[in-house]
């Protein structure tokens, strides 16, 4: 360590927790055994880098490596990256949570490899690597192990037409199925085809119940790796027709039959109508009615889920704003094309993001182009909760929690069953029902952008220009904290303006991860730590993380969802860092901070940490009192210091720099010179207004006023809306209208053979009520059966007085006829 550096490298190591107990072995001065931690003579922390305090060896065994994410179906290899081995050897052991073991080997060149292993959950894996065959683990890394459907298509292997694989043996869908992979993802001269099946076995809810993925049996073996292979299906041995989904794997040939942990290409998980038996193959709609019907009965015995999940927002404008609890489901995404496989009529599908606590379950919103939702009551395309949530839930591992496939297991193979394979989906639809909105209650929003300005929780804005480390939220409960940055910003002549801005944003969730997004210096870019390490988004932009998922589906936005349901956006447009905060009805009355207390009533927005609270008229010069006086402490600070100039501005010196004199807005003009430009940019947007006037950018205050209205229509989309809930048909007649929201009719009619008793149609109300209820169908009075009876009547009547007249007629044409001679 650089002597110069030493006291605030001190000070630094007495205010930053170590990741755990120390480690039990390894020198002082190497990172053997001590990847993480900052004690000793050097550091062995992520931080040491831009400290420059790291240990010299600190590449040789804190490991970075590429690929650094896979499936969790495993069989995915990656080099160890700065680590160059002498000679090659067979005696690399990768180990995975300290209990799963794959074999490593290093190549010609000195380079280190490992395989992934076939895992259970997803998240950041640890990993350990031995390179004396297992009798010492001195090396660390991180494995990150993701969702099948979130890796690349390249990654995979492909069933061509996998709509006819799970088909294969009904109704016209017979013949060959082929499988193309990369050839050169898997390098080898020759493979074997293997088929794997899933299931999960015991009884529900107990600590019997687990989940297995199984080698059943091969295809092929010993083929030409050329990238394709063609077969006609047979049916499956008995023993094996248990087995209802599974995935292919492509292993070289030189592995033993069903080896696991090697490297491998996996086809998707699907239903496995090819392998199903003679029974599928003779009658394949009684084989799936009578699975159908078994589902069903299951479903009778186990807990009702449905209490547990939330429920949907009413309208697709507050699903996508909502972005704390519900994300895309990656099949039905509007930004990717809208494919709506599933849901036939709907443009935009969301998934609760966080897993019921109790039974894992998911719920799942579907909505259509006009942004009404699409209820199963209505359609079979509407939206279904899941029993077991697709993207799984912690801890994983067990059913129904297993990413992807407990999902597979409880809710998409009884699809198949009742609704693709057999003309059944009543029955699933009734044990799968969409979710209304009447319980529906959207976040709260609060944001801060600019130099800096906040609109609170309550609504309250004001602008803030302290230089220093602030928190924004503090919330009671959950105990969820969001701090903040802020500092000035350089003009293009060098110098520093008066305005300050966000540049770093951290948050932490009870006993979650750290996610801090700050903006990479000089690069105008977005960097995002967890816990203090710098991750890498090249290969995924979805990450679980103890506590939270992350998202960036966008280079200039980050999404942290928290498992309260709290969600945080972070962002970057013009020179700093943009920030909203959504909270979940229940954080009303338990919060505190910059961003206000949240409860309704914006006059205790400005409450200090004694308690008091600033009056709601008070002036910036004494609202600078109420942001200095929620400056960050450096016992619980989120924030990170890498940098000597982090670590002397913010962790040695003051969180709120009083030597910093700010620009108050009552005291800010733009100048003549600008007056007539931002009069037309910024109209009546004084936060606009004010950071030009405190930078002299125009641009600057661009990005504010777009910021602003992003805020605006965020808050717009989030409000409130009313619905009535769904509206029944009558029996024996018909409904139309699909939206149940304020303002929406309902018309009612009847089949023929029935009359409407009752209103024709039924409005709904502000207060949450239908105007009139479903009226009902009666037979036998219908307008038509009336007129039918009227007119049959007539018709009748008429006919006899024909005859009548007729026969008369008859009558007395014969007794003429009788007098003639």
Same mark, same amino acid.
């Given at each position: 360590?650089?002597?110069?550096?030493?006291?605030?490298?001190?000070?630094?190591?007495?205010?930053?927790?170590?990741?755990?107990?120390?480690?039990?072995?390894?020198?002082?001065?190497?990172?053997?055994?001590?990847?993480?931690?900052?004690?000793?003579?050097?550091?062995?922390?992520?931080?040491?880098?831009?400290?420059?305090?790291?240990?010299?060896?600190?590449?040789?065994?804190?490991?970075?490596?590429?690929?650094?994410?896979?499936?969790?179906?495993?069989?995915?290899?990656?080099?160890?990256?700065?680590?160059?081995?002498?000679?090659?050897?067979?005696?690399?052991?990768?180990?995975?949570?300290?209990?799963?073991?794959?074999?490593?080997?290093?190549?010609?060149?000195?380079?280190?490899?490992?395989?992934?292993?076939?895992?259970?959950?997803?998240?950041?894996?640890?990993?350990?690597?031995?390179?004396?065959?297992?009798?010492?683990?001195?090396?660390?890394?991180?494995?990150?192990?993701?969702?099948?459907?979130?890796?690349?298509?390249?990654?995979?292997?492909?069933?061509?037409?996998?709509?006819?694989?799970?088909?294969?043996?009904?109704?016209?869908?017979?013949?060959?199925?082929?499988?193309?992979?990369?050839?050169?993802?898997?390098?080898?001269?020759?493979?074997?085809?293997?088929?794997?099946?899933?299931?999960?076995?015991?009884?529900?809810?107990?600590?019997?119940?687990?989940?297995?993925?199984?080698?059943?049996?091969?295809?092929?073996?010993?083929?030409?790796?050329?990238?394709?292979?063609?077969?006609?299906?047979?049916?499956?041995?008995?023993?094996?027709?248990?087995?209802?989904?599974?995935?292919?794997?492509?292993?070289?040939?030189?592995?033993?039959?069903?080896?696991?942990?090697?490297?491998?290409?996996?086809?998707?998980?699907?239903?496995?109508?090819?392998?199903?038996?003679?029974?599928?193959?003779?009658?394949?709609?009684?084989?799936?009615?009578?699975?159908?019907?078994?589902?069903?009965?299951?479903?009778?015995?186990?807990?009702?889920?449905?209490?547990?999940?939330?429920?949907?927002?009413?309208?697709?404008?507050?699903?996508?704003?909502?972005?704390?609890?519900?994300?895309?489901?990656?099949?039905?995404?509007?930004?990717?094309?809208?494919?709506?496989?599933?849901?036939?009529?709907?443009?935009?599908?969301?998934?609760?993001?966080?897993?019921?606590?109790?039974?894992?379950?998911?719920?799942?919103?579907?909505?259509?182009?006009?942004?009404?939702?699409?209820?199963?009551?209505?359609?079979?395309?509407?939206?279904?909760?899941?029993?077991?949530?697709?993207?799984?839930?912690?801890?994983?591992?067990?059913?129904?929690?297993?990413?992807?496939?407990?999902?597979?297991?409880?809710?998409?193979?009884?699809?198949?069953?009742?609704?693709?394979?057999?003309?059944?989906?009543?029955?699933?639809?009734?044990?799968?029902?969409?979710?209304?909105?009447?319980?529906?209650?959207?976040?709260?929003?609060?944001?801060?952008?600019?130099?800096?300005?906040?609109?609170?929780?309550?609504?309250?804005?004001?602008?803030?220009?302290?230089?220093?480390?602030?928190?924004?939220?503090?919330?009671?409960?959950?105990?969820?904290?969001?701090?903040?940055?802020?500092?000035?910003?350089?003009?293009?002549?060098?110098?520093?303006?008066?305005?300050?801005? !966000?540049?770093?944003?951290?948050?932490?969730?009870?006993?979650? $991860?750290? %996610?801090? &997004?700050? *903006?990479?210096? +000089? =690069? @105008?870019?977005?960097?995002?730590?967890?816990?203090?390490?710098?991750?890498?988004?090249?290969?995924?932009?979805?990450?679980? !993380?103890?506590?939270?998922?992350?998202?960036?589906?966008?280079? $200039?936005? %980050?999404? &942290?969802? *928290?498992?309260? +349901? =709290? @969600?945080?956006?972070?962002?970057?447009?013009?020179?700093?860092?943009?920030?909203?905060?959504?909270?979940?009805?229940?954080? !009303?009355?338990?919060?505190?901070?910059?961003?206000?207390?949240?409860?309704?009533?914006?006059?205790?927005?400005?409450?200090?940490?004694?308690?008091?609270?600033?009056?709601?008229?008070?002036?910036?010069?004494?609202?600078?009192?109420?942001?200095?006086?929620?400056?960050?402490?450096?016992?619980?600070?989120?924030?990170?210091?890498?940098?000597?100039?982090?670590?002397?501005?913010?962790?040695?010196?003051?969180?709120?720099?009083?030597?910093?004199?700010?620009?108050?807005?009552?005291?800010?003009?733009?100048?003549?010179?600008?007056?007539?430009?931002?009069?037309?940019?910024?109209?009546?947007?004084?936060?606009?207004?004010?950071?030009?006037?405190?930078?002299?950018?125009?641009?600057?205050?661009?990005?504010?006023?777009?910021?602003?209205?992003?805020?605006?229509?965020?808050?717009?989309?989030?409000?409130?809306?009313?619905?009535?809930?769904?509206?029944?048909?009558?029996?024996?007649?018909?409904?139309?209208?699909?939206?149940?929201?304020?303002?929406?009719?309902?018309?009612?009619?009847?089949?023929?053979?029935?009359?409407?008793?009752?209103?024709?149609?039924?409005?709904?109300?502000?207060?949450?009520?239908?105007?009139?209820?479903?009226?009902?169908?009666?037979?036998?009075?219908?307008?038509?059966?009336?007129?039918?009876?009227?007119?049959?009547?007539?018709?009748?009547?008429?006919?006899?007085?024909?005859?009548?007249?007729?026969?008369?007629?008859?009558?007395?044409?014969?007794?003429?006829?009788?007098?003639?001679?």
């Amino acid at each position: 360590m650089k002597p110069s550096l030493l006291p605030w490298a001190l000070l630094l190591l007495a205010t930053r927790p170590g990741p755990g107990p120390r480690p039990a072995a390894g020198a002082q001065g190497s990172c053997a055994h001590r990847c993480g931690f900052q004690d000793g003579l050097c550091s062995c922390h992520p931080t040491c880098f831009g400290l420059a305090s790291c240990c010299s060896d600190i590449r040789d065994f804190c490991l970075e490596i590429s690929p650094y994410s896979g499936s969790i179906m495993g069989g995915k290899a990656f080099v160890v990256q700065h680590l160059n081995w002498s000679s090659p050897t067979d005696s690399v052991i990768c180990s995975f949570k300290e209990s799963i073991q794959t074999r490593g080997f290093v190549d010609a060149s000195g380079r280190v490899h490992c395989v992934s292993p076939l895992l259970y959950e997803t998240g950041r894996i640890p990993f350990s690597l031995s390179m004396d065959n297992g009798r010492s683990f001195p090396r660390s890394g991180t494995w990150l192990a993701v969702h099948p459907s979130k890796v690349s298509e390249s990654e995979k292997s492909h069933l061509v037409n996998e709509t006819r694989w799970q088909y294969y043996g009904t109704a016209g869908t017979q013949g060959n199925l082929s499988l193309t992979w990369n050839t050169l993802t898997l390098p080898t001269t020759s493979v074997s085809i293997e088929l794997w099946g899933y299931e999960e076995t015991g009884k529900p809810y107990s600590q019997e119940w687990t989940a297995a993925w199984s080698y059943l049996y091969s295809l092929a073996t010993d083929i030409t790796n050329s990238g394709s292979f063609t077969f006609t299906p047979k049916p499956a041995a008995q023993n094996y027709q248990r087995w209802k989904v599974g995935a292919l794997r492509i292993v070289s040939s030189k592995q033993h039959a069903g080896e696991k942990d090697v490297h491998a290409l996996w086809s998707n998980e699907h239903a496995l109508a090819w392998h199903l038996g003679d029974d599928f193959r003779a009658d394949p709609v009684a084989w799936a009615r009578a699975q159908c019907l078994a589902w069903e009965e299951l479903e009778d015995q186990l807990p009702n889920f449905l209490e547990e999940v939330p429920d949907c927002p009413c309208t697709l404008a507050q699903a996508r704003a909502d972005s704390g609890r519900f994300q895309a489901d990656y099949g039905c995404d509007l930004e990717h094309g809208s494919v709506c496989t599933y849901h036939p009529g709907a443009v935009h599908c969301v998934r609760s993001v966080q897993a019921s606590p109790l039974y894992g379950s998911g719920q799942q919103c579907c909505y259509t182009a006009a942004g009404t939702q699409l209820l199963t009551a209505d359609s079979t395309s509407g939206s279904t909760p899941d029993r077991g949530h697709d993207w799984g839930a912690p801890p994983y591992r067990v059913p129904p929690r297993v990413p992807g496939l407990s999902h597979w297991i409880y809710d998409v193979l009884s699809f198949y069953y009742c609704c693709l394979w057999a003309p059944e989906c009543p029955r699933y639809m009734r044990r799968r029902p969409s979710s209304d909105c009447r319980s529906y209650r959207p976040p709260r929003l609060a944001s801060a952008f600019g130099d800096p300005h906040f609109v609170t929780f309550d609504g309250t804005n004001f602008t803030f220009n302290g230089r220093g480390e602030y928190v924004l939220l503090e919330a009671s409960g959950t105990d969820l904290r969001v701090q903040a940055r802020a500092q000035t910003r350089m003009t293009p002549e060098g110098s520093q303006d008066r305005g300050t801005g !966000l540049t770093a944003v951290a948050v932490q969730e009870g006993g979650s $991860d750290v %996610v801090e &997004v700050r *903006l990479r210096e +000089g =690069a @105008g870019a977005l960097q995002v730590l967890v816990n203090q390490e710098v991750l890498s988004f090249e290969e995924q932009s979805w990450m679980d !993380l103890k506590g939270m998922f992350l998202s960036v589906t966008v280079a $200039d936005r %980050v999404s &942290v969802m *928290l498992s309260s +349901g =709290a @969600g945080v956006e972070v962002s970057v447009q013009g020179p700093f860092l943009s920030v909203a905060v959504l909270l979940p009805e229940k954080f !009303l009355t338990h919060t505190r901070g910059l961003l206000g207390t949240l409860n309704d009533d914006p006059a205790d927005d400005f409450t200090l940490r004694s308690g008091q609270a600033l009056p709601p008229g008070s002036s910036s010069r004494e609202l600078s009192r109420f942001g200095a006086d929620w400056a960050v402490e450096n016992a619980s600070s989120l924030l990170t210091y890498d940098s000597k100039s982090l670590v002397d501005s913010f962790l040695l010196g003051p969180k709120h720099d009083p030597s910093f004199l700010p620009l108050f807005p009552e005291e800010t003009a733009s100048g003549p010179s600008l007056e007539s430009e931002v009069a037309e940019l910024c109209g009546d947007d004084s936060f606009c207004r004010f950071d030009v006037a405190a930078t002299g950018s125009l641009s600057v205050g661009n990005a504010t006023r777009l910021l602003h209205r992003r805020h605006l229509r965020h808050a717009q989309s989030l409000q409130p809306v009313v619905s009535c809930g769904w509206l029944a048909p009558p029996a024996n007649g018909h409904k139309q209208g699909v939206s149940y929201l304020v303002g929406a009719t309902v018309r009612f009619g009847c089949e023929s053979g029935y009359s409407l008793a009752g209103a024709e149609v039924s409005t709904c109300q502000a207060d949450g009520t239908w105007s009139r209820p479903t009226p009902t169908c009666q037979p036998g009075r219908s307008y038509a059966v009336l007129l039918g009876i009227i007119f049959g009547g007539l018709a009748v009547v008429a006919l006899v007085a024909l005859v009548y007249v007729f026969l008369c007629r008859r009558r007395s044409n014969t007794a003429v006829w009788g007098s003639q001679p």
